[in-house]
C-alpha cells in the first residue's frame, strides 16, 4: 500500500509561482507513472499532468492539460520517492486542490494541498 502525501499549497498572486511537492512511500513509486489531478471548487477533479516511471526524458516523457502547458512542470526524484509540480505564471482558475496519484488514478487519494490564486 502506498501512502501519498502532498505538500506546498498556500495563496499566491495572478503570474506568481509556486511548486508542490508528493512525497510517497513504498516501491511501487519509483516503478509507477505518476500524476496530478486538482479539483476546483463545485467542479469534478480533473487531471492536470503525468510523468512516466523514468522521468521527463524517457520515451513517454510527461502530458499536461492544455490549460497548464507551457506553464505547469512535473518532475520527480525516484530516490527520493517524490513528485513535483512547478507552477508559474498561476492564473485565479488554477485556484484547486491538488493531488498526485498514480497514472492512472487509483481509487484511494491523499488529502491534497489547496493553491488559491487571488491578489
Known amino acids: 500500500q502506498v501512502r501519498l502525501v502532498e505538500s506546498g499549497g498556500g495563496l499566491v498572486q495572478p503570474g506568481g509561482s509556486l511548486r508542490l511537492s508528493c512525497a510517497a512511500s513504498?516501491?511501487?513509486?519509483?516503478?509507477?507513472?505518476m500524476g496530478w489531478y486538482r479539483q476546483a471548487p463545485g467542479k469534478e477533479r480533473e487531471f492536470v499532468a503525468s510523468?512516466?516511471?523514468?522521468?521527463?526524458?524517457?520515451?513517454?516523457?510527461?502530458h499536461y492539460v492544455d490549460s497548464v502547458q507551457g506553464r505547469f512542470t512535473i518532475s520527480r526524484d525516484n530516490a527520493k520517492n517524490t513528485l513535483y509540480l512547478q507552477m508559474n505564471t498561476v492564473k485565479p482558475e488554477d485556484t484547486a486542490v491538488y493531488y498526485c496519484?498514480?497514472?492512472?488514478?487509483?481509487?484511494?487519494w491523499g488529502q491534497g494541498t489547496q493553491v488559491t490564486v487571488s491578489s
Open positions: 513504498g516501491s511501487a513509486f519509483s516503478m509507477s507513472a
Open positions: 510523468i512516466s516511471s523514468g522521468g521527463s526524458s524517457s520515451r513517454c516523457g510527461t
Open positions: 496519484n498514480f497514472y492512472p488514478a487509483r481509487s484511494s
